[in-house]
């Protein structure tokens, strides 16, 4: 007789013998009951209770509900019973969570609850994004707004993003300042258009932007402008000189340029003067052009000293010269479209209807109501009366339009012939949606076209497609990467690796510099990009023999064979390939000195499997407190001697193994075969029981074993992002739904943001 059934006959004697039963016994169903009390009561009854968990005395009462839940996503994400206990058999393991879901949780999967949304205004990303969208633009948030809370590892959740009355009050004043950027008065007797340093860009790799140019590489980077005007301009850049804080010898040469003809040149070195100016005149057909900046490297930085940059603050393109033609700058023409333009003050009622219609509706993404329209054109018309000019009343009415809440909120509205207890969301708010979590930014005129004519849920696909291919998708690549896998923290930690390479200090922090800390938050963007764009399978984020590289990332991993100055597909080794093996990875799961197996493996679970460990407790001692007999350990010994302390142990063996796989890598990235003269080993075993014996196999096991963990955390994380909210224990028919359409489709990155879209959390919203 199996341990199976000759548990069920001891348990049916016990029943015999002692009639007096638990509560849950009455409530829980008879096969239920046995298959928990004989893969759990060992840990979670008969009197123990680890992990806080007590299973033989629950009820089905709402008390109960968070116990419940997390014996569901214990049981649903493999963690339990451990892999030291009796494991769970399909069937088993099937009936005992169709059950949890049913009865203690209340999940219905044939009408699943697409849960609650908050209210949530734009984050700083989304109001810039939409700002330049919107009225073309540059408006540093940054310097203007608070940096935004986050929640669930994101900044887009509705619940921390709240509006405090400072908040508010810089958001009024936000708004004043930027009307009265795009309309000035008579903003036609103003020959000048300007282009900041965003908005130069590298045409071969969008992430290279005149924000910074190093002098260290040749590249170039261009932005085109209309000119509906032919005559002469005057081209006007303003730049600085950025990077080593000590003098040094770096040099280049900056070409300016049009349609590809020289303007200007400057030989530039250590210089941190402001208000550095390159300027030149040139006769310019009526038509688009495109203005270029070009660097040359020159002498390049002598051992230990730093560094340099151009960083752009703006180009000025003034003109036509002596002449009375003139045209509108590109802000204005956003605002006031020349169908829009009065010839005269009796056009202005109907001029500024149209106007304040065009651009509530946009800055709204929906139709305005007419009452609105007609208050903010009496509004308009009685401002303008009183400064004498048309542009003053649209400043006043555009002012209000944008510190609304209709602008600064997100909410999703029900379809007005939606039925059901979960009506679908009309396609206003699925066009806003949808923008907000590709591109950070509102719909533009084909989606808001789609969802007036009421075609977008029917070409949906179609318009996620075009969505991608669009530039502006980098701002999801950027935003979603930099949170998700906290590639954007990279460049901001406060490393030491003078001490981490044993180095001398100008040594270290030249060779870990920000240009090296900027290509690699570039190495996983560009991965994570090359993955969704070319529709592979979301598991390569983990396995991929190959990643992003140029010249001096390569050569700081010690990688052979790259010569390139810009990121390019390289195939690397197998202890290379990889989100997992890449310096963002690396750097911010470390400590300022040192690695940390604890955050690596905390990111692992966290980020990759979705099964995080609780919080430590308090007053656990620092790993640096641990030794032995004052012998100089090596991390795995330190490690060891951590998890001696019973409140350390249960978390850390979840943690630790993972963590320790990563030991040949320093805490800034680069590779190391010994600590302490000692060899490092690698070697070890998830707590669900796969072994590994170093970083190739334990990224085997998390991309093959593991998948569905992978996929099923995936889900979550662009769930979370794309709603605003937290994942909870009703969205998981959509998680499940999300993951068997990416297993469908190979398991693409493509398909798995496809599947958010058409999800019922994304489509649908309570009433």
Not at 147 to 168: E, H, K
Not at 220 to 233: F, I, Q, S
Not at 249 to 267: P, Q
Not at 319 to 347: C, D, H, M, W
Request: some cysteine; glycine content about 6%; charged content about 30%.
């Amino acid at each position: 007789m199996d341990s199976r059934k000759f548990f069920i006959v001891l348990r049916s004697l016990f029943l015999t013998l002692c009639p007096l039963l638990p509560l849950s016994a009455a409530q829980i169903p008879d096969a239920i009951d046995e298959v928990m009390e004989f893969y759990c009561y060992d840990c979670h009854g008969y009197g123990k209770k680890e992990g806080g968990i007590k299973l033989d005395d629950l009820s089905l009462d709402e008390d109960h509900g968070d116990l419940w839940e997390r014996v569901w996503r214990n049981v649903r994400t493999g963690m339990m019973p451990p892999a030291d206990g009796d494991p769970l058999d399909a069937e088993e393991r099937k009936d005992l969570l169709d059950w949890l879901e049913r009865n203690p949780l209340g999940i219905d999967r044939t009408n699943p609850d697409p849960g609650r949304v908050t209210a949530r205004r734009h984050n700083r990303v989304e109001y810039q994004a939409t700002v330049k969208d919107l009225l073309g633009l540059d408006f540093n948030t940054a310097e203007n707004f608070p940096p935004d809370d986050t929640g669930y590892g994101f900044d887009t959740i509705g619940d921390v993003l709240t509006i405090s009355p400072l908040l508010a009050e810089r958001y009024f004043e936000a708004a004043k300042s930027l009307m009265a950027r795009a309309v000035q008065d008579h903003a036609a007797k103003m020959p000048e258009t300007t282009i900041y340093a965003p908005g130069f860009v590298d045409p071969s790799n969008k992430e290279d932007t005149g924000r910074f140019i190093e002098f260290a590489r040749p590249q170039t980077v261009a932005a085109k402008r209309w000119l509906a005007d032919e005559g002469e301009y005057e081209v006007i850049l303003s730049y600085k000189v950025e990077g080593s804080a000590a003098a040094t010898d770096h040099s280049a040469t900056l070409v300016m340029a049009v349609d590809g003809k020289e303007l200007a040149r400057k030989e530039l070195g250590w210089d941190f003067q402001d208000g550095l100016v390159l300027r030149a005149k040139v006769p310019l057909e009526a038509k688009e052009h495109q203005f270029s900046l070009q660097i040359l490297a020159g002498q390049a930085p002598k051992p230990g000293q730093g560094e340099l940059g151009v960083a752009v603050q703006n180009m000025r393109i003034v003109g036509p010269l002596g002449t009375t033609k003139l045209s509108f700058p590109e802000s204005y023409r956003k605002v006031i479209s020349e169908e829009n333009q009065p010839a005269n003050r009796s056009e202005w009622p109907a001029k500024t209807k149209a106007v304040l219609r065009d651009l509530a509706s946009k800055a709204w993404r929906r139709p305005v109501p007419d009452h609105t329209l007609d208050r903010l054109t009496e509004i308009a018309l009685e401002a303008a009366e009183i400064n004498g000019t048309f542009e003053a009343g649209i400043r006043q009415s555009g002012t209000a339009i944008l510190a609304s809440p209709r602008f600064l909120l997100r909410t999703e509205m029900a379809a007005t012939d939606a039925t059901g207890d979960y009506p679908l969301i009309d396609e206003w708010s699925l066009a806003s949606r949808l923008s907000y979590f590709l591109w950070s930014s509102l719909p533009d005129d084909e989606l808001r076209e789609q969802a007036r004519a009421g075609t977008l849920r029917a070409n949906l696909e179609q318009q996620v497609e075009r969505m991608l291919e669009d530039p502006k998708s980098n701002r999801f690549i950027t935003n979603f990467v930099g949170q998700w896998l906290q590639a954007r923290d990279v460049e901001e930690l406060g490393m030491r690796p003078e001490v981490i390479l044993r180095v001398r200090f100008n040594e270290g922090q030249r060779m870990f510099n920000n240009n090296l800390r900027r290509d690699m938050r570039e190495e996983t963007e560009s991965l994570f990009r090359h993955i969704l764009r070319e529709k592979r399978p979301a598991t390569e984020i983990i396995s991929a023999d190959y990643t992003f590289l140029n010249k001096r990332l390569a050569d700081f991993y010690g990688i052979e064979g790259v010569e390139s100055e810009k990121l390019e597909k390289v195939k690397v080794p197998g202890n290379r390939g990889g989100i997992l093996t890449q310096g963002t990875f690396l750097v911010v799961t470390s400590n300022p000195t040192r690695t940390s197996p604890v955050k690596r493996g905390l990111f692992v679970l966290d980020n990759l499997l979705g099964t995080p460990p609780p919080p430590a407790p308090p007053n656990v001692p620092e790993l640096e407190e641990s030794s032995h007999g004052g012998k100089k350990l090596t991390m795995k010994e330190r490690m060891v001697e951590h998890r001696k302390n019973p409140d350390c142990r249960s978390c850390h063996q979840r943690m630790d193994p993972i963590g320790l796989a990563f030991e040949k890598f320093t805490a800034v990235g680069t590779f190391r075969e010994k600590e302490n003269n000692l060899p490092i080993e690698t070697a070890g075993e998830l707590v669900t029981g796969e072994e590994f014996q170093g970083v190739e196999e334990l990224k085997q096991v998390l991309a093959i074993d593991k998948k569905d963990d992978f996929h099923r955390c995936l889900a979550e994380k662009l769930l979370t992002y794309a709603l605003g909210r937290g994942v909870e224990y009703y969205d998981a028919p959509a998680i499940d739904e999300i993951v068997a359409r990416m297993e469908q489709k190979n398991g693409t990155l493509h398909e798995a943001i496809l599947a958010v879209i058409d999800s019922v959390p994304f489509q649908k919203r309570r009433p």
